[in-house]
C-alpha cells in the first residue's frame, strides 16, 4: 500500500479531499470493501464501446475503488455547438467522433456523438477525469473534470456510508498537457448533479502537405534567372541600341571603348581572350613573337 | 513536467516550444498527391450475421435503401447497396469480449436501427449513424425486438422496443423509442432460463426454457400486455421428450401477424410448429431427399406485421437442400404446407423480403437465383449465375451461405432484385439482376496473422542467381548463358509492348510503373491467415482486388487455431498451426506445394528470436536455448506479465554508432539477444518494464511506474539499440494524469569515441561477460491511448527509423520519427551547434501528434490488432500492413525517397526544359555563327 499512498498524497484538491478515508482506514479495510465495492459497482452505463477491465484486474484494483464511493446521479452532457468559422455545422461531423473520460484507474468511459450533436456520459465515479473529444477533421483540446461529493450543511462526512443521498458537485476546468495536474485552467463550469457543458473545436486538422510544384512567377523571381535575362537582353539589345545611336554619340561611344582599360585590343578583356598559353610557356612575349614574324 | 505555478505563462511556453519542435523536426508527412493512391484500405465490418443483416430504408420519406449489418466481430454499420461503400459504422465492442448473441432490429418506417449486445440496448440514426439513446440493463440481453401495435392508429413516432434479459433478475422491459427511457418493466419469476421474445400486433410473449428433470426442454410462454406490461397469460407448450437442446429449435418468429415456434427432434425427423398464443403443435414429417443427414433446419419468415403470414423452411444436407413453404390461417391457427421448393445440390440460401402484404422468397444457389412469391411455387424471376466474380481455391465450390434482397415486382414478374450473399470464401458480395455490382472481402475482417512474401516470379530470378554464385565458374558460365537464352524467348513480347513502355515512361512517374516490373519491391504477396481457416492474398502493388483465397483448414464452429505464417523460401508461403503440420503454398497463385514440414512443438509461444526459444508457462516465462532449458523469469508475487518482444530476428542495422556533430562517435549497445518485458502488479497499479539479455537471462535494464492504469493497453516495442512503451497514469508528484510514451536508447558507454568495458574485443558472448549498457531514457506526455507500437523496416536500416504507433481512439496510426522522441534531446537547454548539427531539439515534456504524421490522414482505420512491416528493395522504402478489423496498407519513406524519383519529379517538366533548350539552342545557333563571321570581317 505504500505506492498507493505516495500517489493519493498528491497535491489534486480532488485527492485532498477530507472524504477520502486515511490511509490506515483504507489498509485495513481493503480487502473486504474491495470486493464489496466491486460488486456494488455498476458497469458503466453509457458505454457501448469501452474498455472494460478484465475481472482479476479489477478485483486487484479494489484498493483504488475503495476510494471512489460510486454515485448514480452525476451526468455530464457536452454539447458541440456551431463554432462559424472552424465548425459551422456540427451535424456534419461523422458518426466516429466520440469523447473518452479517462477516470481514476479501471475507469474509462468512451461514448459516440449523439443525434443531439452532445456527449452524454451518466453514473459518473466521484474522482478526477480526464475529457478528450476526437473527430476525424477536427481537433480538441482537453479538459478536465472533476466529480466530488458536496459538503452537506452540517459538515458531517463520516455517514456518508448509510443511507443519507448527497449532491455531486462537477467542476469542468480546461487543462494543458505538460502541466502538473493540480495545475487547474480556467474553470469552465460547475454544477451539481447534471452539467451541459459547450466544447468548440480548435482547429481543423491538417493532413496533408502540398508539394512545391512548378511556378512561372516564383522562378522569374530567383536572382540567377532575372541575372540571365538581363544579360540576354544586353546580347540581343545592345546590338540594335548602337545601330539607332546618332552617329556623333557612337563616335564617342567608340572612343571611350577604345580607351577603356577592359576592352579594345590591348585591353585587358582582350589579352585575356587572346591569351596565347604556348607562347607564355615557351617564355615569348607578343613583341618577339611578331619581331621574330618579322624576320 | 514539473510546471511552475504560474499556470498560463508556462503552458504558453511549453506549447510554442511544442509548436517549435514539431517545425524543426523534419516534416515527414503524406503528401497531398500520395494520400490516396499510394495508400489503400479496406473498411471492414466483419462476417455480417443472418439475422441481423437486411435492407431497410433510412428516410422513410425515400425509398432509397442501405444494408444494415451487425457482424459477428461487432462492428455495426451501414453499407450503400451502389458501391458497396462503408455509410458509418459503430463498433460495438473494441476490446474483443465476443458476445454470445446480439440484435439488430429495425422497424417498418423508422430512421432509427435498435442494437442490442451485452448489456446494452442502443437505438443509432439509421442515415448518419450517431447515437440516439442508448439503455443499460442489469443482465445481459436475450432479446430486443421492436413493438409493431397496430391498434387501427398508426402514431407518426419511433415505435418503442422490447428488451429481455437474463441473469439474476430476468426482465422485460418495454423502451420508450424516442427518449430510451424504461416505460414499464416486467419482471419475471421462476429460474427459467429467458429465451427470446416475439410480439404480435397486440400481444408480446415472452419465451422462457424451463429444463426438465429428465434433462429436456420445456417451453414455457408468458404473455403480456404492451400496454401495461401486466401477465395476461402463461402456459407451457408440451414439447417434453423431443427438445434435447436449444439447438433444434429452429425459430422463434417475431413481429409477423402470427409468430410461431418451430422445432424439431435431435435426428431432423418431424418439424413441430405451434402458433404462439395458442396451445396447439402441429408435426410435420421431414421427408429424407438424399442419403446424407440434415445439417441443419431454417425458418424464414416476414419480418412484418402487416404481411401474409407465411413461412419458408430451408432444409440443408451435406449435399444437397430443399424447402417447404407453410402457409398459417390467421382464424383457427391451423399450419398448411402450401407447396414445396424442388432439392437442389449444393448449399442454398433463403432470403425473405415483403412488398406491401405479399412475401417473396428468393433462393440463392451455386448456379442460380430464383424468387417466388409465397402465395403459389410459380417463379416470377430467373436469373443464371456464372461466377460469383470471387477468388477462391482450385476446384473449390463456392457456395450461397446466407443471403437477403430487395425484389421489386411489377406485375408477376420480379423487374428488380438485389441480393447481397455472404459467400463460403467469405466475400460479401451483392448481384443485381444475377449480376455481380460489388464484393467486400469480409473474411479479411478477422485476419490474425500476416506475412509478406516476394512474387514467385521474383524470387526465381534471386534463386537462380544464388545458384550461379554458388557453382564453379564453368558450370555458372553454362547456367547464364542458359538462362539468356531462355529469357529471348520473352524477347518478341517485349518488343511489342516496348512503345507502349516508352510513351508510359514518358508520361506517367517512376513511381507508377508498378505494373511492367517490380524492380523497388513494392508488389509483394501479402498473406493473411484468417480465424475462418483461410489463407487470403493480396498485392501490395495492386491492392484493390483478392489475387488467391484458399481453404487450409476445416475447422468445426466454434473451434479456434492460432496459425503461423512464414517465408522463409522466397516466393513460398508456410502456414503451420500449433496442432498440424506446416504447408506450402506457391505465394503467387496459392497453390500447395506438396511438402510436409515438422510440426511446430505444443505450447502458447511468444514470438521467439533466432537462438532463444521462449514459452509461457504458469506465468513464467522459460527460455530453451537449443532445445535445452537456459532461464526462466518468474515474476514478483502478484507481478503479471503483459508482454514481451525480442528485438526482431532481421533488424540490419547500418552503423554500429551515432556520429555527433563534431564527428565524434557514441557506440549504439548492438546486441541481437535482447528483448523487452513489461510485467504488471496489479495490486500496487504499477507497471514494470525490464530489458533482458535473451542469451543469459540478465537484467539489463529495468524501470518502474506508479499509478499506471493496468486496464489500458500497454504497448512496447524494441528495435535496433532502442525500446519504447507507452502507458496511461493517475496524476502523481511525477506526472500528469495521461498518457506517456518513453523512449529508451542503449549505449556502450556515454563517453563519445570509447567503447567502454568492451573495448577494443571483436567478439563478445553474453554468457561469459556481464556487460551493462548506459541506458538514455525520456518521457513524453501523449494526447491519447498508444495500443499497438511498431517501427518502420528497411533493407540495410540505413534509413531513419520511424516509430508506428495504433492510435484507437482516433482510429488512425501516426509515423512518429525517431529524431521527435529521441533520448538524447537536451532538457532544461537549448541545443549546442554540435547539437543542432544532429538534428537535435530542445525536450518538450508533450509531445503532441501533427496531423501530417497520420498515415491514414482521413481514412478512418477501426480495429487495428497489429502492424507489420517489411523492407522493399530500394532502401528508402518500407512497406506497412495494419490488420485487425480493418485492412491499411501503405508505403513509407522515413528519410524521404532518396532512391527513387517520387512524384514530385515531373518527367514532362524536364522534358520541355530539355525541348526548350533545344529550341534555344537551334535559334541561337544562327545569331553567333553571323556574329562570329562578322567579327571575322570587321577585325580582318
Known sequence: MEADDADFSGRSPILRDPYYPSPNYTSSFSQAHGIACNTSEKKPRIAPTCYSPPDPAMYALGSFLILLPVTLAAHLTISIPASPPVLPNPASLPASTHATLLGPPGVYLDTPLTRRNTFEFSNLTVGSHLLQVYARDYAFSPYRVDVSLAATEDGDTERRGTARIEQELIQVWQTFRGNEWSNLGPKIVEGTDSVTVEIGPVGRKEFYIQRGGFNVLGMLKSPMILLGLFSVVLIFGMPYLMENMDPETKAEFEEMQKKSPLTGSQGAAAQIQNFDLASWMAGKSAETESSSGTQ | ?940
Not at chain 2, 446480439?102 to 436501427?113: H, I, K, M, N, Y
Not at chain 2, 537464352?485 to 508498378?514: E, M
Not at chain 2, 496510426?813 to 551547434?833: E, M
Open chain 2, 1 to 940: 513536467m514539473r510546471a511552475s505555478n504560474r499556470a498560463n505563462a508556462h503552458i504558453m511556453l511549453s506549447t510554442l516550444l511544442t509548436a517549435a519542435s514539431l517545425f524543426l523536426v523534419p516534416a515527414l508527412a503524406v503528401f497531398a498527391d500520395e494520400a490516396w493512391n499510394v495508400d489503400y484500405h479496406f473498411a471492414l465490418l466483419g462476417a455480417p450475421k443472418e439475422e441481423t443483416s437486411f435492407f431497410h430504408q433510412p428516410n422513410p420519406s425515400s425509398r432509397a435503401s442501405l444494408i444494415y449489418t451487425l457482424s459477428e466481430q461487432h462492428a455495426l454499420g451501414a453499407v450503400n447497396p451502389r458501391d458497396g461503400s462503408l455509410v458509418w459504422r459503430q463498433l460495438l465492442s473494441s476490446d474483443g469480449v465476443a458476445y454470445r448473441t446480439s440484435f439488430l432490429r429495425a422497424g417498418e418506417g423508422q430512421d432509427v436501427v435498435i442494437s442490442g449486445i451485452g448489456h446494452e440496448v442502443a437505438a443509432w440514426s439509421a442515415a448518419d449513424g450517431r447515437l440516439v439513446w442508448t439503455l443499460s440493463t442489469d443482465g445481459p440481453l436475450e432479446d430486443v425486438e421492436i413493438l409493431e401495435l397496430s391498434d387501427g392508429k398508426e402514431t407518426a413516432g419511433a415505435k418503442d422496443a422490447v428488451a429481455l434479459s437474463s441473469g439474476a433478475n430476468p426482465t422485460v422491459q418495454r423502451i420508450d423509442g424516442a427518449s430510451g427511457a424504461v416505460k414499464w418493466q416486467f419482471n419475471i419469476d421462476g429460474s427459467d432460463a429467458p429465451y427470446q421474445l416475439s410480439a404480435s400486433s397486440t400481444q408480446i410473449f415472452a419465451i422462457l426454457l424451463h429444463k426438465t428433470i429428465l434433462g429436456y426442454v420445456k417451453l414455457r410462454v408468458v404473455v403480456l400486455d404492451p400496454v401495461t406490461g401486466h401477465k395476461v397469460d402463461e402456459y407451457s407448450l408440451n414439447s417434453e421428450n423431443e427438445l434435447s437442446t436449444t439447438e433444434n429449435i429452429v425459430s422463434v418468429g417475431a413481429n409477423s401477424a402470427s409468430p410461431m415456434i418451430a422445432w424439431t427432434d435431435s435426428l431432423y425427423t418431424t418439424l413441430k410448429v405451434n402458433v404462439v398464443g395458442t396451445k396447439s403443435i402441429q408435426s410435420f414429417d421431414i421427408a429424407a431427399h438424399d442419403d446424407s443427414p440434415i445439417e441443419h433446419v431454417k425458418v424464414h419468415a416476414p419480418y412484418h406485421v402487416n404481411s401474409l403470414s407465411h413461412f419458408l423452411v430451408h432444409y440443408q444436407t451435406a449435399a444437397s437442400h430443399w424447402a417447404d413453404v407453410f402457409h398459417i390461417n390467421l382464424k383457427n391457427g391451423k399450419v398448411e404446407k402450401a407447396y414445396s421448393l424442388p432439392k437442389l445440390a449444393g448449399r442454398g440460401a433463403f432470403s425473405t423480403s415483403t412488398s406491401d402484404a405479399n412475401v417473396y422468397f428468393t433462393r440463392v444457389t451455386r448456379d442460380e437465383i430464383t424468387t417466388v412469391s409465397s402465395a403459389s411455387h410459380g417463379v416470377l424471376g430467373r436469373w443464371s449465375l456464372n461466377t460469383f466474380g470471387v477468388a477462391a481455391g482450385i476446384g473449390e465450390q463456392v457456395e450461397p451461405i446466407h443471403a437477403a434482397s430487395e425484389v421489386s415486382v411489377k406485375g408477376d414478374t420480379v423487374s428488380a432484385i438485389r441480393t447481397t450473399i455472404l459467400l463460403s470464401t467469405g466475400d460479401w458480395v451483392m448481384l443485381r439482376d444475377g449480376k455481380g455490382i460489388w464484393n467486400r472481402p469480409e473474411m479479411l475482417a478477422s485476419t490474425m496473422v500476416v506475412t509478406f512474401a516476394l512474387p514467385a516470379d521474383a524470387a526465381t530470378l534471386v534463386q537462380q542467381l544464388e545458384v550461379e554464385a554458388h557453382s564453379n565458374p564453368v558450370a555458372a558460365y553454362i547456367h547464364r548463358v542458359q538462362r539468356h537464352l531462355s529469357d529471348l524467348q520473352r524477347l518478341p513480347s517485349i518488343i511489342v509492348s516496348l512503345p507502349q513502355q516508352i510513351v508510359k515512361g514518358f508520361l506517367g512517374t517512376s513511381a507508377d510503373d508498378l505494373t511492367a516490373s517490380d524492380t523497388f519491391g513494392f508488389r509483394q504477396i501479402i498473406v493473411c491467415a484468417t480465424r475462418g481457416g483461410r489463407l487470403v492474398a493480396l498485392d501490395a502493388g495492386s491492392p484493390d482486388k483478392i489475387v488467391w483465397n484458399v481453404n487450409v483448414a476445416d475447422l468445426q464452429p466454434g473451434q479456434s487455431r492460432e496459425p503461423f505464417l512464414a517465408s522463409r523460401i522466397a516466393g513460398v508461403v508456410e502456414v503451420s498451426s500449433r496442432a498440424g503440420a506446416g504447408i506450402q503454398y506457391n505465394a503467387t497463385n496459392g497453390q500447395p506445394l506438396a511438402e510436409r514440414l515438422p510440426v511446430v512443438p505444443e505450447g502458447p509461444q511468444v514470438p521467439s528470436s533466432q537462438v532463444v526459444l521462449y514459452t509461457m508457462h504458469d506465468g513464467t516465462l522459460e527460455a530453451s536455448f537449443n532445445r535445452t532449458p537456459a532461464w526462466a523469469f518468474t515474476p514478483m508475487h502478484g507481478e503479471r506479465i503483459i508482454d514481451m518482444v525480442p528485438r526482431p530476428v532481421n533488424d540490419p542495422v547500418a552503423s554500429i554508432g551515432k556520429v555527433l556533430g563534431d564527428r565524434r562517435v557514441l557506440y549504439k549497445y548492438l546486441d541481437s539477444n535482447i528483448a523487452l518485458l513489461v510485467t504488471a502488479q496489479d495490486s500496487m497499479g504499477t507497471a514494470n518494464v525490464y530489458v533482458l539479455s535473451t542469451v543469459s537471462g540478465a537484467i539489463i535494464y529495468s524501470n518502474v511506474h506508479t499509478g499506471v492504469d493496468l486496464t489500458i493497453p500497454i504497448a512496447s516495442i524494441m528495435s535496433e539499440n532502442w525500446f519504447a512503451y507507452s502507458f496511461t497514469n493517475e496524476a502523481s508528484d511525477e506526472a500528469s494524469k495521461g498518457h506517456q510514451l518513453v523512449v529508451g536508447e542503449l549505449f556502450e558507454s556515454l563517453v563519445p569515441d570509447d567503447r567502454g568495458m568492451m573495448g577494443a574485443t571483436t567478439n563478445f558472448s553474453g554468457m561469459q561477460t556481464a556487460t551493462e549498457p548506459f541506458a538514455l531514457t525520456q518521457t513524453y506526455q501523449i494526447p491519447e491511448v498508444i495500443s499497438k507500437l511498431a517501427v518502420t523496416r528497411t533493407r540495410q536500416g540505413i534509413t531513419s527509423r520511424q516509430l508506428l504507433a495504433v492510435l484507437p481512439d482516433s482510429n488512425g496510426i501516426v509515423g512518429i520519427p525517431y529524431g521527435a522522441v529521441d533520448p538524447r534531446r537536451p532538457v532544461n537547454r537549448d541545443p549546442t551547434k554540435d547539437e543542432q548539427a544532429e538534428g537535435l531539439v530542445r525536450y518538450t515534456a508533450v509531445l503532441e501528434f501533427d496531423p501530417k504524421w497520420f498515415l491514414n490522414h482521413q481514412r478512418e482505420i477501426v480495429g487495428v490488432k497489429n502492424v507489420f512491416t517489411s523492407p522493399a528493395l530500394i532502401e528508402s522504402t518500407s512497406l506497412v500492413f495494419a490488420y485487425g478489423l480493418d485492412i491499411f496498407g501503405t508505403r513509407l519513406s522515413p528519410s524521404f525517397s532518396f532512391d527513387i524519383l517520387g512524384k514530385d519529379f515531373n518527367k514532362l517538366q524536364m522534358l520541355a526544359t530539355v525541348a526548350a533548350l533545344a529550341v534555344a539552342t537551334f535559334i541561337v545557333a544562327p545569331l553567333v555563327m553571323r556574329k562570329q563571321v562578322d567579327q571575322r570581317w570587321r577585325f580582318l
